[in-house]
């Protein structure tokens, strides 16, 4: 995906109030008492945010607008922009202005640019190592809470592509809604009368049988969980592109390759987002 692409569609008004909390989280109702009692508040500095590691950057322009937040004096220079690789030691931005408030702001970056390049990382190198088959990398539900626009933003970043964002964007029929309907078709037909013809339906499918019947009831998708490669890929073929495949369940980076090849249209990983690596990246100050 184009860096324009993945930054067009994070607009300010999305995590502005996600910035918002974090940092009345962090400063309470006494604000940065260390920093408020060490540094004069007439200091300046200037720091540059540096990658720890290799990467792909996710968040640079939310972690910039923590310090705007913070401080509207102060003054940043972003040298690369979501969706860049960059090497370790690579300075992100270059921050100036008042000493206090680039401390105040410090961490809240910082956990924020590095939760949200781990994510755009991690699916990049998930993308990499089945670019030679069809399927694409999507995220699921998964998310922190209160974070799922900045979690399935670094997914987008990172070359994957996003499922619904919420329980009201998709219908997804799991077995304890077949449980409750009494079955898959009533199931569907319960979702028929009461959603319009714009709402895609996805079926949760565990076995081959259940498969068989799902094709009969004009699904657009079917989720393939926790199956085996082997009956992943009878699955596959029996679907034989007659609607979109999803494998989700027990899918690493070890076996992905594996899952792609069975010709899946769709592979969907929960810990892309639940339990991403955090990016190590800090923020260094230049000698007084």
Request: proline share 2%; with cysteine.
């Amino acid at each position: 995906m184009g860096q324009k692409e993945s930054r067009k569609m994070l607009y300010p008004v999305i995590y502005k109030t996600i910035i918002e909390r974090a940092l009345e989280e962090d400063l309470g109702v006494a604000g940065d008492i260390t920093t408020d009692a060490i540094v004069n508040p007439k200091s300046l500095a200037t720091a540059s945010i540096v990658a720890r590691n290799e990467g792909k950057v996710s968040g640079l322009e939310v972690a910039i607008n923590v310090f705007s937040m913070i401080d509207e004096s102060i003054s940043v220079q972003a040298r690369y922009s979501d969706g860049d690789d960059v090497s370790p030691g690579s300075a992100l931005a270059v921050i100036s202005g008042s000493a206090r408030s680039i401390l105040t702001a410090e961490r809240t970056a910082l956990n924020v640019l590095g939760r949200m390049s781990g994510i755009a990382t991690a699916t990049r190198d998930l993308v990499a190592a089945i670019r030679d088959y069809s399927a694409r990398i999507i995220c699921t539900r998964k998310t922190a809470p209160g974070l799922r626009v900045l979690d399935k933003y670094s997914v987008k970043v990172g070359g994957g592509v996003n499922h619904r964002f919420g329980l009201n964007d998709g219908v997804l029929i799991k077995d304890n809604h077949r449980i409750m309907a009494g079955g898959v078709l009533p199931a569907i037909e319960l979702v028929r009368q009461n959603l319009g013809h714009m709402v895609k339906v996805e079926l949760e499918v565990d076995t081959l049988s259940e498969l068989e019947e799902a094709l009969t009831l004009g699904v657009d998708a079917v989720l393939l969980d926790n199956m085996s490669i082997e009956l992943l890929n009878e699955a596959v073929a029996m679907v034989d592109g007659r609607i979109i495949t999803e494998a989700s369940g027990g899918i690493t980076p070890t076996n992905i390759t594996d899952v792609a090849a069975s010709g899946v249209d769709l592979i969907s990983l929960g810990w892309l987002t639940h339990s991403v690596d955090n990016w190590d990246v800090g923020l260094d100050f230049e000698p007084i």
